[in-house]
């Protein structure tokens, strides 16, 4: 019996923002827990973002945003998502987001949202669950 294939996440960094630190700690925790990680680099387009979900065959996009963008950059890569037919792809949002906008971003799709300072072993437990990776 083949080994399960490991779950793909695709990293991205929506928007101008330049601050990347975070979402290179993302990628390399859930690397080391045993997911496939591709990350796209800073300043990525929505539609880019969801190109790359869609040529990856990722399991889940994790968007990392902390310029205060994360409502309009979100709802514009959910939709992205969708538009390339690939809106079953689960997508979390994590940085700097408030309190009161997480709701909203669940209501828009998004699956979960890990604000800054998430522990890691937070983050890839919830990735885990949400993807259903035995890792």
Known sequence: MPAPLPVRVLVAKPGLDGHDRGAKLVARALRDAGFEVIYTGI????????????????????????SGAHMGLTRKTVEALRDYGVGDIKVVVGGTVPEADVQALLDMGVAAVFATGTPIETLVAEVRKLTGAVA
């Open 43 to 66: 300043r990525q387009k929505p539609a880019a973002i969801a190109s790359v979900a869609l040529q990856e065959d990722v399991d889940l996009v994790g968007l990392s945003i902390l």
